[in-house]
């Protein structure tokens, strides 16, 4: 949504892009954050998304991946 890339790296309809403020919200459903006792599935980033620029984030690395509220893989 943010780099809106196809496999062989050209840009795809450049003017549906998101900022990540935008897709964070649509990734929350609205509900706008996720706190204790969420049932979320989500990745826990090294960086700051809302700091990066859409080619850096899809090269961020993964810290930590959460399924159903509950940690499913700690990435070394």
Wanted: hydrophobic share 45%; glycine share 10%; charged share 20%.
């Amino acid at each position: 949504a943010v780099g809106r890339r196809t496999p062989d790296g050209s840009v795809w309809s450049p003017d549906q892009r998101l900022t990540a403020e935008e897709a964070l919200a649509a990734s929350v459903n609205g509900a706008g954050s996720v706190a204790v006792g969420s049932q979320a599935d989500l990745v826990l980033l090294a960086e700051d998304p809302l700091r990066l620029e859409a080619e850096e984030l899809a090269g961020s690395r993964p810290v930590a991946t959460v399924v159903a509220g509950a940690v499913a893989h700690l990435h070394g």
